[in-house]
T-cell receptor, first 113, second 114 residues
């Protein structure tokens, strides 16, 4: 399987703490994206980091990318109860005109009050 | 970002029947759409890439005769699950490709086959 791995599988923290999720992928990529999914709902695009970038910020989100290790991390600072969701990384490969997104296994984040 | 809708949101059907799921790109013309399947507490698995005006490209292990994809216009792709069985029960999500490298996802369709 080409599916990426994420760890931890599940993470429980208290509101105000930071949450860090890690993702590893298997092939060379054009970019890596992070998505959020609330239970039983569609995916929301959070942030995209290109293969030539090492770090990117968006609000309370910080993403890093290490292409030599084929890994990425997502940091959510000052977490809120509303951040409770599943988070997926997805690596994008472009082959000619074909675009393919391969998802990681996901991290279920629980933020408690 | 792009706005993508799916219809229906959920469907329950009897074993052996066929179910059609629609995916619409509401605010731009999408030449490429994707169909994913997600089992409970699992990740998304790409089923097929849908290209407007041509045949879909299926991932290994996905039966093209069972999961019929039609991308007849730049705003609509349909997935038909033929002769559905309980093991086909899943969450089906479509996405549209925007500007070559970003996908925007629909809200998903939950299929339950009795």
């Amino acid at each position: 399987s080409q599916q990426g791995e994420e760890d931890p599988q599940a993470l429980s923290i208290q509101e105000g703490e930071n949450a860090t999720m890690n993702c590893s992928y298997k092939t060379s990529i054009n970019n890596l994206q992070w998505y959020r999914q609330n239970s039983g709902r569609g995916l929301v695009h959070l942030i995209l980091i290109r293969s030539n970038e090492r770090e990117k910020h968006s609000g309370r989100l910080r993403v890093t990318l290490d292409t030599s290790k084929k890994s990425s991390s997502l940091l959510i600072t000052a977490s809120r109860a509303a951040d409770t969701a599943s988070y997926f990384c997805a690596s994008l490969t472009l082959t000619g005109t074909a675009s393919k997104l391969t998802f990681g296994t996901g991290t279920r984040l629980q933020v408690t009050l | 970002g792009a706005v993508v809708s799916q219809h229906p949101s959920w469907v329950i059907c009897k074993s052996g029947t066929s179910v059609k799921i629609e995916c619409r790109s509401l605010d731009f013309q999408a030449t490429t759409m994707f169909w994913y399947r997600q089992f409970p507490k699992q990740s998304l698995m790409l089923m097929a890439t849908s290209n407007e005006g041509s045949k879909a490209t299926y991932e290994q292990g996905v039966e093209k005769d069972k999961f019929l994809i039609n991308h007849a216009s730049l705003t609509l792709s349909t997935l038909t699950v033929t002769s559905a069985h309980p093991e086909d029960s899943s969450f089906y999500i479509c996405s549209v490709l925007h500007q070559g490298d970003t996908q925007y996802f629909g809200p998903g369709t939950r299929l339950t086959v009795l």
